[in-house]
């Protein structure tokens, strides 16, 4: 076995003798466009807790993220936006923030839309997804 196997059963196996049972959980999303003229600007985040935090490496995460846009005739803009958080800029956090920002050009209408976060702890294999209401709004 190789070393990072080897390190990722240790750190399994004290999580699960630590008797502190986690649950990924999304919570707090927040979204809203701002109209530029031509287009909107989209700022969006949700907080995230109840990761796996692999402290045999720095220590770090690995959550792996999809945002899709649901339009006002219920369609679906499918990974609008994915990536990963994997590293850790504080020793130990509770929680962490997730924010995206994107551009929405103008052939999108005016209208209630839905931004739905899907997450994924790689080392946990939990999954939890979270969705938030904004408005496009042309004045």
């Known amino acids: 076995m190789n070393k990072y196997i080897?390190?990722?059963?240790?750190?399994?196996?004290l999580f699960a003798c630590s008797g502190r049972e986690i649950k990924l959980e999304l919570f707090s999303p927040?979204?809203?466009?701002?109209?530029?003229?031509?287009?909107?600007?989209l700022n969006s985040s949700v907080r995230i807790k109840g990761f796996f935090i692999n402290e045999e490496k720095k220590p770090d995460v690995r959550l792996t993220?999809?945002?899709?846009?649901?339009?006002?005739?219920?369609?679906?803009?499918?990974e609008a936006d994915k990536g990963e958080l994997k590293e850790l800029n504080q020793e130990t956090p509770e929680e962490l923030v997730l924010e995206?920002?994107?551009?929405?050009?103008?052939?999108?209408?005016?209208?209630?839309?839905h931004i739905q976060y899907i997450m994924k702890?790689?080392?946990?294999?939990q999954k939890d997804t979270?969705?938030?209401m904004f408005e496009l709004t042309s004045y």
Do not use: R
């Open 6 to 13: 080897i390190a990722t059963l240790i750190s399994i196996l």
């Open 30 to 41: 927040d979204a809203y466009a701002f109209y530029l003229g031509d287009s909107w600007e």
């Open 65 to 78: 993220y999809i945002v899709n846009l649901i339009q006002p005739d219920s369609s679906v803009i499918y």
């Open 100 to 113: 995206v920002q994107m551009n929405i050009d103008s052939s999108f209408a005016s209208g209630i839309y």
């Open 121 to 125: 702890d790689e080392y946990s294999a």
């Open 130 to 132: 979270s969705v938030k």
